[in-house]
């Protein structure tokens, strides 16, 4: 019989809960990182990954609405 390595999770690392104020600084690159990735996707030769670009997209507009709430004074 085969040992059986049980290997990591591949999930992404939950995050840990919010203290104190929100980091603007953060929002944003979080928005500027996820659409670097989606533009990377979309400019790889070959077959274009739509869904990981768009998965991307999405990222980056919810990383610019926390900062748009910021902006008005509201909590993220």
Request: glycine content about 8%.
């Amino acid at each position: 019989m085969t040992p059986v390595i049980h290997l990591a999770s591949r999930s992404a690392a939950p995050k840990p809960p919010a203290t104190g104020a929100p980091d603007p600084l953060q929002g944003f690159a979080e928005a500027h990182n996820a659409l670097a990735m989606a533009l990377h996707y979309l400019r790889q030769p070959g077959p274009v990954n739509v869904p990981g670009a768009t998965r991307k997209a999405v990222q980056a507009l919810a990383a610019l609405r926390r900062l748009s709430s910021l902006a008005q004074g509201g909590t993220a």
